[in-house]
């Protein structure tokens, strides 16, 4: 069950550690192609725990904070990654302006198709299902619209270190792209959470009908938590076209946007830093399992990261973010304790 944010005076000290612990967590990402150096493959799965880190957290504002449980990150994905690679195949359009417009026509999809959904009282379950068939849809008009899709993969024009064409010879600038693009994301819903909005959000995935009787817009909050998640995950989409070097209707996966979508649901309904956190620890504890079980029994590490799923499950059900709090809680109570203690003491002589 999510908490309902209360205003409270600023607490400097509070403010100034969570500062730091940003700062200290912002120079570690920086340094991680340093510490990696010139291994390509764990750049590649660095560069994929942040792309998956941007979905869940643009997919905490729609799913965490409004309560719907979207499962068509890979929709948005693929119709910014089309958007941006067919720009730059058939017309020379820079990437970097692929990715805005491909946002743009991800939200722009988005809304037409959750204003019905909103408009017709589609919520829970149904819209999970509608959210998730949406994603198969798509897949197949790709497919067969074979002038910007097809079964066959179209590649983008390799330039060898080309800034305009967002094009390469490392995975490491695509890193550093994704990173600001998570810093953004992150941004973006710390802003949400203290906002009018964000408390609007917060209300309605506690309680709708609750909500619209205090007055709440439902259908216009959720259509703007879904226009924001669909053009974050769709600009994302221009950088991932790039950082793989083609498109194809396989970006459309069910699967991918289901678990984004757990991703959010792990790290802890609408706590900002939850999907990052989730990311860090289940994609990477994945892949790492991936390319060290699969060689013995295939599809071995799908066993033991779906073990791991149904512990978090049992154990915290309101996300791993959750854990971190209360450690924090217990290790600052335990330092009161000591500092009264150390004070009675000196009192007392």
Not at 135 to 140: F, P, S
Not at 277 to 302: C, D, F, K, P, Q
Request: hydrophobic share 50%; charged share 15%; aromatic share 12%.
């Amino acid at each position: 069950m999510k908490t309902m944010p209360m205003k409270s005076k600023p607490n400097p000290k509070l403010a100034a550690r969570k500062a730091a612990g940003w700062l200290a967590l912002g120079l570690v990402a920086l340094l991680v192609p340093r510490l990696i150096g010139s291994n390509q493959y764990t750049m590649v799965l660095a560069t994929t725990v942040l792309l998956y880190a941007v979905m869940a957290s643009a997919w905490n504002i729609i799913g965490g904070m409004a309560g719907q449980m979207d499962l068509a990150a890979t929709a948005y994905l693929g119709l910014g990654a089309f958007t941006a690679g067919t720009l730059l195949i058939r017309w020379n359009i820079s990437p970097w302006i692929g990715m805005l417009l491909g946002g743009l026509v991800a939200a722009g999809f988005a809304v037409l198709v959750g204003y019905s959904l909103f408009r017709f009282g589609v919520t829970d379950v149904w819209y999970a299902l509608s959210s998730s068939a949406l994603v198969e849809v798509l897949r197949v008009v790709f497919l067969l619209w074979e002038d910007v899709g097809g079964p066959v993969e179209k590649y983008l024009p390799f330039h060898n270190w080309s800034l305009y064409h967002m094009r390469f010879g490392s995975y490491v600038p695509y890193y550093y792209i994704i990173l600001g693009l998570l810093v953004i994301t992150l941004l973006v819903n710390d802003r949400i959470s203290k906002s009018k909005l964000g408390y609007y959000l917060l209300a309605l995935g506690e309680s709708e009908d609750a909500a619209e009787v205090l007055g709440v817009d439902a259908r216009g909050c959720k259509l703007k938590a879904l226009m924001i998640y669909a053009f974050i995950v769709g600009a994302t989409g221009g950088v991932y076209a790039c950082l793989y070097g083609f498109i194809h209707p396989n970006v459309f996966s069910g699967l991918q946007g289901t678990e984004v979508a757990i991703l959010g649901i792990v790290g802890g309904m609408g706590i900002t830093y939850g999907p990052l956190l989730a990311t860090v620890l289940l994609v990477s504890g994945r892949e790492i399992l991936r390319s060290n079980l699969s060689g013995e029994i295939e599809s071995l590490y799908l066993a033991v990261y779906a073990v791991v799923l149904i512990l978090i499950a049992l154990f915290r059900p309101t996300g791993v973010a959750t854990l971190l709090d209360d450690i924090y809680r217990r290790f600052k109570r335990t330092g009161e304790n000591h500092v009264s203690e150390i004070s009675t003491n000196s009192t007392s002589l």
